[in-house]
């Protein structure tokens, strides 16, 4: 079974900045596409950056590209998202997932409690 742990977000002011982790186990990580995705209430689920199995490939949703990066690492079986230059629109609750291949949108795990992130001054 596919375990995804996030961790790292919290209240930050404008402009400030936050890194999260997400912890995974259960599957073979160095073999799956990882990505991060935020949510709001009322809103549908946004992917916010994406990465590929061996970090030649990341993308990032317009609203975050330049502010965010997305990284891992195959031997801790993380990945992480550094968020700098945080805006109050980037308040959501963030999530991680895998995805079998780069061009997969279903994800392979299920969805978890996922990590608060609140910008606000």
């Known amino acids: 079974q596919v375990q995804l742990v996030e961790s790292g977000g919290g209240l930050v002011q404008p402009g400030g900045s936050l890194r999260l982790s997400c912890a995974t186990s259960?599957?073979?990580?160095?073999?799956?596409?990882m990505s991060w995705y935020r949510q709001v209430p009322g809103k549908e689920r946004e992917l916010v950056a994406r990465?590929?199995?061996?970090?030649?490939?990341?993308t990032y949703a317009g609203s975050v590209e330049g502010r965010f990066t997305i990284s891992r690492d195959n031997l801790l079986n993380t990945v992480w998202l550094q968020m700098n230059s945080l805006k109050p629109e980037d308040t959501a609750v963030y999530h991680c997932?895998?995805?079998?291949?780069?061009?997969?949108?279903?994800?392979?795990?299920?969805w978890g409690q996922g990590t608060q992130v609140t910008v606000s001054s």
């Open positions: 997932n895998a995805h079998s291949t780069w061009s997969t949108q279903r994800p392979y795990g299920s």
């Open positions: 259960g599957f073979t990580f160095s073999g799956y596409t």
């Open positions: 990465i590929n199995t061996i970090s030649t490939i990341t």
